[in-house]
């Protein structure tokens, strides 16, 4: 049975940082693609980062590039998301989820989903 | 950037079936996948063209896409199906993952 449990959330002031992590069992990490989503108290889903297999290649979303880094570690089959500078608007609960990637119809999508760890920023 | 549009509501009653449009300017030409996330819990692949139909999801929800309008469908709707749905694609121009901003399924 696939399993994602992330923690690392908590309350951080404007400007402060946090690192969240995922960690996954019961399928082969290393074969997967994984990203990070989150989704504001009350508001949609949002896509904030993913990462290829090996880590060779990884998109984010606009608002966070530069400021949030993805990786992962194989040998710990984790999923991780350094979060720098963060705003109010970085406010939400972030899920973990693994993803597939098919280069022939230019597609991604999500296929199991961690239960998210609530990230608060507030002063 | 590419913007999905959903709207905010639809109502169906039991046993009907339910329409939620998704749209995007051409839209016909990406894969779209959908969501269901019901209060509290973490969102479910519930229609993929990509694949066949996730583990544990009934034949009654099905997806078609054309245009600039992608739809899924939820046939004989229970009152199970009550949830937000999301419409997802990959911006190839872009390489963002891009979301609709969900619809709230109601069976009255």
């Known amino acids: 049975e696939v399993q994602l449990v992330e923690s690392g959330g908590g309350v951080v002031q404007p400007g402060g940082s946090l690192r969240l992590s995922c960690a996954a069992s019961?399928?082969?990490?290393?074969?997967?693609?994984m990203s990070w989503v989150r989704q504001a108290p009350g508001k949609g889903l949002e896509w904030v980062a993913t990462?290829?297999?090996?880590?060779?290649?990884?998109y984010y979303l606009d608002s966070v590039k530069g400021r949030f880094t993805i990786s992962r570690d194989s040998a710990k089959t984790s999923l991780f998301l350094q979060m720098n500078s963060l705003r109010a608007e970085d406010t939400a609960l972030y899920y973990c989820?693994?993803?597939?990637?098919?280069?022939?119809?230019?597609?991604?999508?999500?296929?199991?989903w961690g239960r998210g760890t609530l990230v608060t920023v507030f002063s | 950037s590419y913007v999905l549009t959903q709207p905010p509501s639809v109502s169906v009653a039991p046993g009907k079936t339910a329409t939620i449009i998704c749209r995007g300017d051409?839209?016909?030409?990406?894969?779209v996948h959908w969501y269901q996330q019901k209060p509290g819990q973490a969102p479910v692949l519930v229609f993929s063209?990509?694949?066949d139909r996730p583990s544990g999801i009934l034949e009654r929800f099905s997806g078609s896409n054309s245009g600039n309008t992608a739809t899924l469908t939820i046939s004989r709707v229970e009152a199970g199906d009550e949830a937000d749905y999301y419409c997802?694609?990959?911006?190839?121009?872009?390489?963002?993952?891009?979301f609709g901003g969900g619809t709230t399924l109601t069976v009255l």
């Open positions: 051409n839209i016909g030409t990406k894969s």
């Open positions: 063209y990509d694949r």
């Open positions: 997802q694609v990959w911006d190839s121009s872009s390489d963002h993952v891009v």
């Open positions: 989820a693994t993803s597939e990637v098919q280069y022939s119809t230019s597609s991604l999508y999500f296929d199991f």
């Open positions: 990462i290829k297999q090996d880590g060779t290649e990884k």
């Open positions: 019961g399928f082969i990490f290393s074969n997967y693609w």
